[in-house]
């Protein structure tokens, strides 16, 4: 069975940083063969994407909303993916999402519409960021 939990949310002052864990268990494959991605849903908003990254074509997708602040990571070896945010503001505030999904897998897809889910396969249950002073 499949899961992804995610670590690391909490309550943050504005100009700050966090950096969300999502540890993978349950693949046959590490995580290599497998597109990353989060994304993050506000109170009253579509779930949006924040980050992808694919091995199958090297593609990585952020919005303009966190280009510069965040970046995603991964350890294949620990079937771990991270997100790491700077400089947060009162806006980033969600719930944030790990998924991810067998290669090939192009990042435009997270780029895309809002979706139901992105194209990704596999999710985890969220965990929550509250950026407030």
């Known amino acids: 069975q499949v899961q992804l939990v995610e670590s690391g949310g909490g309550l943050v002052q504005p100009g700050g940083s966090l950096r969300l864990s999502c540890e993978v268990s349950g693949f046959t494959l590490n995580l290599e063969y497998y597109a990353i991605g989060w994304f993050r849903q506000a109170p009253g908003k579509e779930r949006e994407g924040v980050s992808c990254?694919?091995?199958?074509?090297?593609?990585?997708y952020y919005p303009d909303s966190v280009k510069g602040r965040f970046t995603i990571s991964r350890d294949n070896a620990q079937n771990t993916m991270y997100l790491q945010m700077n400089s947060l503001q009162p806006e980033d505030t969600a719930v944030y999402y790990c998924a991810t999904t067998p290669i090939p897998y192009n990042c435009e897809v997270v780029a895309g519409p809002p979706d139901a889910d992105y194209g990704m396969d596999y999710w985890g249950k969220g965990t929550l960021v509250t950026v407030s002073s």
């Open positions: 990254h694919s091995t199958s074509d090297g593609s990585t």
